[in-house]
């Protein structure tokens, strides 16, 4: 184990936001991060994991310990007549955790294709796009509590996954409660692929785009190839501008709410959901209250998807966005959405 000190962070944010860790220490195998909570120096500081940084805004300097997970491996661990199951370790790319998946014939992850981060950040989120979900193909994690060391592995029920939220971002506020918030450290995710498989097409841009090409009964690699393409020409590489993907959460409101802002505004887009509320698309309310394009200082909203925040002064330190200039664009979009819609704009990352 070592312990790194004044380390830049720019690199390690798809943000591109420029601050350092007071300390770093990388966790390549468990027992880098046994090593790290029998030291009794460092047991005993506040620690922050990083992963990907693909879903998070630092807003100054990092003093807790940074432990910058870099588990590696992808194997798969088990076959039956009915599924696939594939474990990946928690520091793997999770696009290219994806690609492999397809590549060796375990299909099942490709509508999730080109979402940035890590494998170990994928629970935590329950990341989803394209119709799908991490949670519908979610298997198991193994991961280790911070404050005692010991390890333990969670099933998808015992992770209780929903819209963007699991356990992991919830903080138990009394003994007995079950949040793990600042709590845990995901070592490896092994994820449930069914047998046969059946491409998820239920998202209009993916049924479009089958009929363009004419292709009935398209491949794993075909579904993995468009959702890369719909992505794409949507959503800025952060390698080329800085962003968090998404940076708001679609709300959810009641049939009732619904059809008073369509009485209002019949042009918005929402979807009804299997619960009965209404998803509404937080693009849409941003861009209809005049952000798209906007800038806050080298803060901005992407042109082509209000829903992106993105860092206009690139990588350059001296003209990257700050934190501070992320949110306060993210708070004055907020403020707009709640005035036109009555709508409160919950963010996606983690605020540092």
């Given at each position: ?244 993907g998404s940076f708001f959460k679609n709300p959810t409101v009641s049939p009732e709410q619904c059809a008073d802002i369509i009485a209002r505004e019949p ?86």
């Amino acid at each position: 184990m070592q312990t790194e000190r004044n380390v830049p962070l720019q690199s390690y944010n798809t943000f591109g936001i420029v601050a350092r860790a007071h300390r770093l220490v990388r966790i390549g195998a468990e027992a880098d991060l046994q090593a790290v909570l029998a030291d009794a120096e460092l047991a005993a500081v506040p620690k922050f994991v990083l992963g990907g940084g693909s879903n998070i805004v630092l807003t100054g300097d990092v003093r807790p310990l940074v432990l910058k997970v870099e588990v590696p491996g992808v194997r798969l661990v088990e076959e039956t007549d009915k599924l696939w199951v594939v474990e990946a370790g928690a520091g793997e790319g999770w696009h290219s955790t994806v690609e492999w998946t397809v590549q060796h014939g375990f299909p099942g992850l490709e509508n999730l294709a080109l979402i940035p981060g890590t494998v170990g950040a994928s629970p935590v989120q329950n990341i989803g796009a394209y119709g799908v979900e991490l949670q519908d193909r979610f298997h198991s994690l193994d991961a280790i509590d911070l404050q005692t060391g010991q390890p333990f592995t969670l099933n998808a029920a015992q992770c209780a996954f929903g819209y963007r939220d699991s356990v992991f971002k919830h903080v138990a506020a009394a003994p007995g409660d079950f949040g793990l918030a600042g709590r845990a450290l995901i070592l490896r995710v092994r994820f449930l692929l069914p047998k046969p498989w059946k491409p998820e097409l239920g998202y209009l841009d993916l049924e479009r785009r089958r009929a363009e090409e004419g292709v009935e009964h398209p491949t794993p690699r075909q579904v993995f190839d468009w959702v890369c393409d719909i992505r794409r020409a949507k959503l800025p590489d952060w390698r080329v501008v800085g962003n968090a993907g998404s940076f708001f959460k679609n709300p959810t409101v009641s049939p009732e709410q619904c059809a008073d802002i369509i009485a209002r505004e019949p042009r918005i887009v929402h979807y009804p959901m299997p619960d009965g509320s209404i998803k509404l698309a937080a693009g849409w309310l941003i861009d209809a209250c005049g952000w798209k394009g906007k800038s806050v200082g080298n803060a901005g909203v992407y042109e082509k998807q209000a829903l992106v925040l993105v860092n206009r002064g690139g990588a350059d330190p001296a003209s990257a966005a700050t934190g501070g200039e992320v949110m306060t664009l993210a708070k004055a979009i907020q403020t707009s959405v709640y005035e036109r819609f009555g709508i409160r704009l919950e963010p996606e990352p983690v605020v540092v």
